[in-house]
Structures are given as structure tokens and as C-alpha cells.
């Protein structure tokens, strides 16, 4: 499969911790990784699959996995939080990159 | 710290050549992916294709009849074409190192570094 699915949006409350998700065949045999991507803004690594954060990134943010989905946590998340989230991995070829369709977080 | 300047033409008529640039500073080529990506106005991000420090290329299924993806290793710079563009290429483009990590069996595919990003507009 060349799909990776995404919730189109999330909404969290002020400090409220708040999962997204990213479901797809390819994730069994790997791990997705997570970008961020905030209004005109280039998009930015946020954490691995294997929840290695490049630094600068908080520590509210972690990644998990179990079977076919991936997982990207926010604990507390913040306003400066709200943005598009992605998922990437390779297909099932172990080829060609693909993206989730990105999560729409918004902070209320 | 690995980063990326982009640069390249922004406003494009129908059936023109899309030409893109990136220059690597602060790292080496060897050993990672270099990719271009698009987001289309009100769409998700697309991955158009990669290539590594030797020039072995793959690209998007969708996207591989158009696009040229090419590495001057010298110049530090990895740049793009896409021909006979159409409305539908109009788009936010970026370059982008991409790392592929093994954990046993396990693969981790990680794009962490960006360009700055790049309008591209196809309008005649």
C-alpha cells in the first residue's frame, strides 16, 4: 500500500495532552516520523518514529507505535503547538517516500 | 548545522520548464537523500523524488515522466526540473535531506532538514 491516513483535524484544550495518529500497511515494517508545519512556515522535524527529538524540539512531543500505526503525543500541548502535522515513511516497496495526509491541530 | 538555500524561478507559464536549486552548506552529501517536496495551496505535502550524492535518483510514480532530479557534488547543489508544467503544479516547493534508519528489521525514514521553501505559480 502507498497510503499513510491521518485524522484531518485535532482539537486539544491549553495543556491537554493529545495524540495523533498515522495508520498505514508500510508501518509494519517501519517507523513514521513527524513534521510539523506551521502557517507560511517551511515544515520542520519534529521527532522520529524511534522518539528521537533533533534538538530545539520540546519534550512534550514523543512518537510510539503498535502494529500498523504510529503515534505522535503531545503532552501539554501548547499554543505555539497548533500547526499541520505529517507522518512520513516509505511505501510498502520500501521506494518511493510517502506523506499522511496531515493532521490540522488546532489549540483551544 | 546542516542547511539549505533554495532559489529558482517562481512565476511560470503553461508548458514551461520548472527550475529549481538547492545548495548544501555545513555538511556532507554522502550518505543522505536529498529530496524536492511541494504543498499545494490547500493540499497536503508531496514528495517529487530524490536523489543521493552519486545521482541515483527515484522518483514520484506520478511525477517521473516530467521531473529530472540532478546532484553537482562540487558545487555543493542538488536542483530540479519539471517540464511542461500545468496549473496544477502551482505549489510551495522545498528541498530537503531525507536519512533512512535501521533498527534491526525496522526502518525509520526521516527527513530533517528543510529549505526555506520556494512559490511556484503557473499562470498564463
Known amino acids: 500500500s502507498s497510503e499513510l491516513t491521518q485524522d484531518p483535524a485535532v482539537s486539544a484544550a491549553l495543556g491537554q495532552t493529545v495524540r495523533l495518529t498515522c495508520q498505514g500497511d508500510s508501518l509494519t515494517t517501519s517507523y513514521a516520523s513527524w513534521c510539523q508545519v506551521k502557517t507560511g512556515q517551511a515544515p520542520v522535524f519534529v521527532i522520529s518514529g524511534k522518539n528521537l527529538r533533533p534538538s530545539g524540539i520540546p519534550d512534550r512531543f514523543s512518537a510510539s507505535s503498535s502494529g500498523d500505526t504510529g503515534f505522535l503525543t503531545i503532552t501539554g500541548a501548547q499554543a505555539e503547538d497548533e500547526a499541520d502535522y505529517y507522518c512520513i515513511s516509505r511505501d510498502t516497496t520500501d521506494k518511493y517516500v510517502i506523506f499522511g495526509g496531515g493532521t490540522k491541530l488546532t489549540v483551544l | 548545522q546542516v542547511q539549505l538555500q533554495q532559489w529558482g524561478a517562481g512565476l511560470l507559464k503553461p508548458s514551461e520548464t520548472l527550475s529549481l536549486s538547492c545548495a548544501v552548506s555545513?555538511?556532507?552529501?554522502?550518505?543522505?537523500?536529498w529530496m524536492w517536496i511541494r504543498r499545494p495551496p490547500g493540499k497536503g505535502l508531496e514528495w517529487i523524488g530524490e536523489?543521493?550524492?552519486?545521482?541515483?535518483?527515484i522518483y514520484s510514480p506520478s511525477l517521473k515522466s516530467r521531473v529530472t532530479i540532478s546532484v553537482d557534488t562540487s558545487r555543493r547543489q542538488f536542483s530540479l526540473r519539471m517540464s511542461s508544467v500545468t496549473a496544477a503544479d502551482t505549489a510551495e516547493y522545498y528541498c530537503?535531506?531525507?536519512?533512512?534508519?535501521?533498527?534491526?528489521?525496522?526502518?525509520?525514514?526521516?527527513?530533517?532538514?528543510w529549505g526555506q521553501g520556494t512559490t511556484v505559480t503557473v499562470s498564463s
Open positions: 555545513g555538511g556532507s552529501l554522502h550518505g543522505y537523500y
Open positions: 536523489t543521493n550524492h552519486v545521482g541515483s535518483t
Open positions: 530537503a535531506r531525507g536519512t533512512t534508519y535501521y533498527y534491526g528489521s525496522v526502518s525509520c525514514d526521516e527527513i530533517d532538514v
